[in-house]
């Protein structure tokens, strides 16, 4: 069964440094999404993205994130210049265009030291 | 806006003994539910969705929901707990619109005693 997967599992980064996470969302998805889950608590929206450009997005999606669609596979979430507040779980998602299933990806640990 | 509420932070039941985990939600029409399952440092696994139609919906590993309207639920139940059902599980919401995105709620934390 095709899956979502995420590179790198686990990322550490210093503060202010820029970080690129990606994702690879299943092959006949159009609608892609990031999410983030800080250490116990809950599973928060970030970002949609649908035909290359943002679908909606969240408070917390300020001028330090963004997304990418760089080529027909991968999608990226980049911050500009990490916090500390940044450290989180961050979740990639798809669905396909006539299904409101959304599939995780495993995820990626990122620390901000 | 929508969103989620799970009034049980933390339950313990013990293997075999039955299950229910309580959701609630806030949504000005109906909207999809979903459960997933989340074990330690994994992803989130989808349970069961709700989108419409018979009202109890059936999952994976042996959970069921069932969506009742007038009191803005989607209680996620199962019969019989084993060991490794011990997780945590996100109740979320989406709307029916074109983005999709969900809403989920702060999770429960499921330990089952031997």
């Known amino acids: 069964e095709p899956e979502v997967t995420q590179t790198p599992s686990h990322q550490v980064t210093q503060m202010g440094q820029e970080v690129i996470l990606r994702c690879v969302p299943i092959s006949n998805h159009l609608y892609f999404y990031w999410y983030r889950q800080i250490l116990g608590q809950k599973v928060e929206f970030l970002v949609s993205?649908?035909?290359?450009?943002?679908?909606?997005k969240s408070e917390i999606f300020d001028d330090q994130f963004s997304v990418e669609r760089p080529d027909g596979s991968n999608f990226t979430l980049k911050i500009r210049s990490t916090k500390l507040e940044d450290s989180a779980m961050y979740f990639c998602?798809?669905?396909?265009?006539?299904?409101?299933?959304?599939?995780f990806g495993p995820g990626t640990r990122l620390l901000v030291l | 806006a929508q969103s989620v509420t799970q009034p049980d932070i933390h339950i313990t039941v013990s293997e075999g003994a039955s299950l229910e985990l309580r959701c609630n939600y806030s949504?000005?029409?109906?909207?999809?539910l979903f459960w997933y399952v989340q074990s330690p440092g994994q992803g989130l696994q989808l349970l069961l969705k709700y989108f419409s139609g018979d009202t109890l919906v059936q999952g994976i590993k042996g959970f069921e929901a069932e969506f009742k309207r007038s009191q803005s639920s989607f209680n996620l139940r199962k019969p019989s707990v084993h060991w490794s059902d011990a997780a945590e599980y996100f109740c979320?919401?989406?709307?029916?619109?074109?983005?999709?995105?969900?809403?989920f709620g702060d999770g429960t934390t499921l330990t089952v005693k031997p």
């Open positions: 979320a919401v989406g709307p029916r619109t074109n983005a999709g995105k969900s809403t």
């Open positions: 949504y000005g029409a109906t909207p999809y």
């Open positions: 998602a798809s669905r396909r265009l006539d299904q409101e299933t959304q599939y």
């Open positions: 993205f649908y035909n290359n450009e943002i679908s909606e």
